[in-house]
């Protein structure tokens, strides 16, 4: 059974940083697109980053861009996301996501195949 397992959420005030890990397993993920994701209360699920499975490539909502950072080790078959900076409206549960087609790493909407439990992120204000 293939699982995405996040870790690394908590509660953080404003300004401060966490990191989110995610190990899947079940399969190796080597060459497939990983992303994050997350929900905030009351709104729709948005992509936050995503990162192709060479590294080389990276996508990053408007609003994340030079607080975040996404990451991955191929070799122990983890993604992580480094978040600086945080604001209250980043607060949600994150969702760690695999998808085997780069368009995961594009501006184009798409589902992807596997899906975490997600973590919880809040951010006081």
């Known amino acids: 059974q293939v699982q995405l397992v996040e870790s690394g959420g908590g509660l953080v005030q404003a300004g401060g940083s966490l990191r989110l890990s995610c190990a899947p397993s079940g399969r190796t993920f080597r060459n497939y697109a990983l992303g994050w994701f997350r929900q905030a209360p009351g709104k729709e699920r948005e992509k936050v980053a995503a990162?192709?499975?060479?590294?080389?490539?990276?996508y990053y909502a408007d609003s994340v861009k030079g607080r975040f950072t996404i990451s991955r080790d191929n070799a122990k078959n983890t993604v992580s996301l480094q978040m600086n900076s945080l604001k209250p409206e980043d607060t949600g549960v994150y969702y760690c996501?695999?998808?085997?087609?780069?368009?995961?790493?594009?501006?184009?909407?798409?589902?992807?195949?596997?899906w975490g439990q997600g973590t919880q992120v809040t951010v006081s204000s």
């Open positions: 990162i192709s499975w060479s590294g080389y490539s990276t």
């Open positions: 996501a695999a998808d085997p087609d780069t368009i995961l790493v594009t501006t184009r909407p798409h589902a992807p195949r596997y």
